[in-house]
């Protein structure tokens, strides 16, 4: 079993629509969780993290855990097609700093 | 503020060769720690170091290895070099709200 799996996708919405990500991990004692976004040919970049169930919200990009369901999403409202890349999907079970990582899920927005 | 600076960006090598990849990680983070990417097999880790000790490693064979100097810098290194060892080698550094990576080293194996 995968430490994280991601829907590969493509996840195709249409511009100015919310986009969905959705990601599941399989350390119930995971700590805490992490959000990339990866342009092709480009090197991941932190978008945002979330260690405490909930939402948290950072300009269009909400993020949302649920540890008990051991679950984690990414809202991106108002789609725009900039947005267009591979979403990687990251977790970190300790104080060390090694992250898990999922495969990504590529969405694509549409004009 | 300088960002994560990895070097060469990419290298062409021939198999049975070795290669070191270098990475200069954000000023003040003494955390580095090195990824491969594959598009088969994603983002996989191989180590971290922190204050010159490695403390996490992934599961690489012994071909590959690293190192971090007293001023933060790390290099890892590949020995006998196979076709499969072809990707995109990323390090990153930070603490415990991210990774922030650098560019990448692209390396192919011919």
């Known amino acids: 079993q995968k430490e994280v799996e991601q829907n590969s996708g493509p996840l195709s919405v249409p511009e100015g629509a919310i986009a969905s990500l959705n990601c599941t991990y399989s350390?119930?004692?995971?700590?805490?969780f992490f959000w990339y976004r990866q342009y092709s040919g480009k090197s991941p970049e932190l978008i945002m993290f979330i260690y405490s169930n909930g939402d948290k919200e950072d300009g269009r990009f909400t993020a949302q855990l649920n540890k008990a369901s051991q679950y984690v999403s990414l809202l991106i409202r108002d789609s725009q097609p900039s947005d267009s890349a591979t979403y990687l999907c990251?977790?970190?079970?300790?104080?060390?700093?090694?992250?898990?990582f999922g495969s990504g899920t590529k969405l694509n927005v549409k004009p | 503020k300088a960002g994560v600076t990895q070097t060469p960006r990419y290298l062409i090598k021939t198999r049975g060769q070795q290669v070191t990849l270098s990475c200069s990680p954000i000023s003040g983070h003494r955390s580095v720690s090195w990824y491969q990417q594959t598009p088969g097999q994603g983002l996989q880790f191989l180590f971290e170091y922190f204050s010159e000790t490695q403390r996490n490693k992934g599961n690489f064979p012994g071909r590959f290895s690293g190192r971090q100097f007293s001023n933060s810098r790390s290099e890892m290194n590949v020995s006998t070099l196979e076709l499969g060892d072809s990707a995109l080698y990323l390090c990153?550094?930070?603490?415990?709200?991210?990774?922030?990576f650098g560019s990448g080293t692209r390396l192919t194996v011919v």
């Open positions: 990251a977790v970190k079970k300790n104080n060390f700093n090694k992250f898990y």
């Open positions: 350390d119930r004692g995971s700590q805490s």
């Open positions: 990153a550094s930070g603490d415990s709200y991210g990774y922030t």
